[in-house]
């Protein structure tokens, strides 16, 4: 029977995916980095050398930790606002709708109703047995379909 550290050592680690703003001069050093490690002969990828900065700032002591840290500035969290249009902003259709006056509606001649058509069965997919759908997948409805318009037909002469 083999010892229960084998087991542990050999399972893989389990990865974390996150996203985070990062000036773009401070972007373009992981770049100048990159390059720099293929001068040297080896491959990285951005995840290797943040994961690699991370080993040096945990070997740091104390007061080198402090330093390196006080001489990042601090950023606005979020994603960045998109650029401000030099006109101000057009206002939006829900609030000018509600200001303009009810338009009347021309009358319409017979004809016969579009009928909407039977919601289709969802395509199988070969997907794991066991794979379970995302929270985002579920919550989103699936997108309503619009039939096309008809014609009225044409009057006999």
């Given at each position: 029977m083999?010892p229960?550290t084998?087991?542990s050592?050999?399972?893989?680690p ?5 996203s985070?703003?990062i000036?773009k001069?401070e972007?373009?050093?992981i770049?100048?980095?990159?390059t720099r490690a293929?001068?040297?002969?080896i491959?990285?990828k ?7 900065g991370?080993m ?12 390196a840290?006080a001489?990042?500035?601090t950023l606005k969290?979020?994603r ?7 006109a101000?902003p057009?206002p ?5 709708a509600?200001k303009?006056p009810?338009?009347k509606?021309a ?6 109703p579009?009928a ?14 066991t794979?379970k759908p995302?929270a985002k997948?579920?919550a989103?409805?699936?997108p309503a379909r619009?039939?096309?318009?008809r ?5 006999a002469?």
């Amino acid at each position: 029977m083999a010892p229960a550290t084998d087991k542990s050592t050999s399972k893989k680690p389990k990865l974390v995916r996150d996203s985070f703003t990062i000036p773009k001069n401070e972007f373009a050093a992981i770049e100048t980095l990159k390059t720099r490690a293929i001068a040297l002969g080896i491959s990285v990828k951005k995840s290797e050398l943040l994961r690699a900065g991370l080993m040096v700032l945990q070997g740091l002591s104390d007061a080198a930790y402090k330093t390196a840290v006080a001489a990042v500035p601090t950023l606005k969290t979020g994603r960045p606002a998109a650029k401000a249009p030099s006109a101000p902003p057009a206002p939006s259709k829900r609030k000018a709708a509600a200001k303009k006056p009810a338009a009347k509606k021309a009358p319409q001649t017979a004809t016969k109703p579009v009928a909407k058509a039977a919601p289709k069965a969802p395509a199988k997919t070969a997907a794991k047995p066991t794979a379970k759908p995302t929270a985002k997948a579920a919550a989103k409805p699936a997108p309503a379909r619009k039939a096309a318009p008809r014609k009225a037909p044409a009057k006999a002469a």
